[in-house]
């Protein structure tokens, strides 16, 4: 069975290690008091930009550089299944910081974002209260669908490699 090339295996894991950072974050932050969240939330903002970077350089690369075929032996149904969850995948990891983004960019009072100290990224977009509320609860809903996809992504990982006794962990690992 064929194995990623080392340029998609760090996005793979780059991505991985950040939406879960970001996940982390954001649910540690939410009962802290209003300057330590600032810290967590600024750091979320942060990943999150970094997120949708390496996810569109993901799609970029990609594009011209085709996935090692999926082995014969892999059931049609769960072939579908896994592409539908990576497409999923690729969905939220677009949509899901530009809501941040457009939540925070349309409040009135986006102060720019700290990069992790390197830079700052301006999130204004606009005074607009409706697409702020809209995008808020967009933001928060698909945090949901985020989770159940990263579950299924690791449960059928597990299933495909310690189940079926394909080598599926190799595929992705360093």
Do not use: C
């Not at 540690?28 to 949708?52: C, F, N, Q, W």
């Not at 939220?92 to 992790?116: C, E, R, S």
């Amino acid at each position: 069975m064929g194995k990623y090339g080392k340029i998609a295996i760090l996005f793979h894991w780059a991505i991985a290690i950040l939406i879960v950072a970001n996940i982390l974050l954001a649910t540690l932050a939410e009962d802290l008091p209003r300057a330590t969240r600032a810290v967590y939330m600024s750091a979320h903002k942060a990943i999150g930009i970094s997120i949708l970077t390496l996810t569109i350089g993901r799609i970029l690369w990609r594009l011209g550089h085709r996935p090692p075929p999926l082995p014969g032996q892999l059931a049609g149904f769960q072939a579908t299944a896994g592409r539908t969850v990576h497409i999923l995948f690729y969905i939220l990891m677009i949509v899901m910081p530009l809501t941040g983004w457009l939540m925070i960019g349309a409040n009135g009072k986006a102060a720019p974002v700290d990069f992790f100290g390197l830079f700052t990224v301006d999130m204004a977009v606009g005074k607009n209260a409706a697409l702020a509320d809209f995008a808020q609860e967009g933001h928060e809903f698909l945090a949901t669908p985020l989770i159940i996809l990263i579950g299924l992504h690791v449960l059928g990982a597990l299933k495909h490699q310690f189940i079926d006794r394909m080598p599926f962990l190799q595929r992705m690992w360093p």
